[in-house]
């Protein structure tokens, strides 16, 4: 059995609010790993969860909004279990103590194959609590008409690092927000890059229940965050923008 705001929770962490659709999920004595990636390979998101109540199995989930709807109408403790035809898995079956639900699963082959993110060393980390996480998904929201993200790490002639977060589009005659983190920051080398903000708003947005994440930015253009939660395990390696 598992609760449905926890399977609704894991969904939101690789879902990011429809931004990835179609999954695979992969279950070996009741761990699940999922590896998935946007349709333009701007993000890799990388989620694990134990004590997952599903037998060993590849699930291949093609439509993510589609599970959400019928998750929704849930309540409770839910019951998942696995439909088969000719050893095959066809159906995800979700139960409660009113509904039977019969999720259609797809042909694992038309799931997205993800590439290995290569691995880079990383100049610039930034512990995330809930105040940090709420602050920058703030910002983002004030100016919703771009998707400009400048990250920018200074520091001053005493040896104090901040770090920078300016969003708004580069043109001089556009509204822009800064919002500055002095506290919980470490600077191997300074680095200024810009991200997609609708990017990290969604990621942030699905891990704002957790106690405590971290973001790393490599003067390579590649950020990764990470996150936990209780049982769950989720990770993201974001691309830098191009056109700056």
Request: aromatic share 6%; hydrophobic share 40%.
């Amino acid at each position: 059995m598992i609760n449905k705001l926890q399977l609704q929770s894991i969904i939101s962490k690789y879902y990011l609010g429809g931004l990835i659709e179609s999954v695979k999920w992969v279950v070996a004595e009741n761990n699940l790993s999922i590896r998935t990636k946007t349709n333009n390979n701007n993000l890799v998101c990388e989620l694990e969860c134990n004590d997952f109540p599903l037998e060993d199995s590849e699930v291949a989930i093609y439509e993510t909004s589609q599970l959400n709807r019928l998750i929704n109408i849930t309540s409770g403790e839910l019951d998942l279990n696995l439909q088969k035809k000719h050893k095959l898995n066809t159906k995800l079956l979700i139960d409660d103590a009113n509904y039977s639900l019969f999720y259609n699963l797809a042909e694992l082959m038309l799931i997205p194959k993800v590439e290995t993110v290569i691995a880079v060393p990383y100049d610039v980390e930034i512990i995330l609590d809930n105040e940090k996480i709420g602050a920058i998904v703030k910002a983002k929201n004030a100016i919703p008409e771009s998707n400009h993200l400048v990250i920018e790490s200074k520091k001053n002639i005493n040896g104090d690092t901040s770090i920078d977060f300016t969003f708004g589009d580069a043109d001089e005659h556009t509204n822009k927000i800064n919002y500055n983190i002095p506290e919980g920051v470490k600077i191997e080398k300074d680095i200024k890059l810009p991200f997609h903000s609708d990017l990290i708003k969604e990621i942030l947005n699905a891990n704002k229940d957790v106690d405590e994440g971290k973001m790393e930015i490599s003067d390579k253009g590649i950020m990764r965050l990470t996150f936990k939660k209780d049982n769950i395990k989720s990770k993201y390696y974001v691309l830098r923008k191009v056109d700056f």
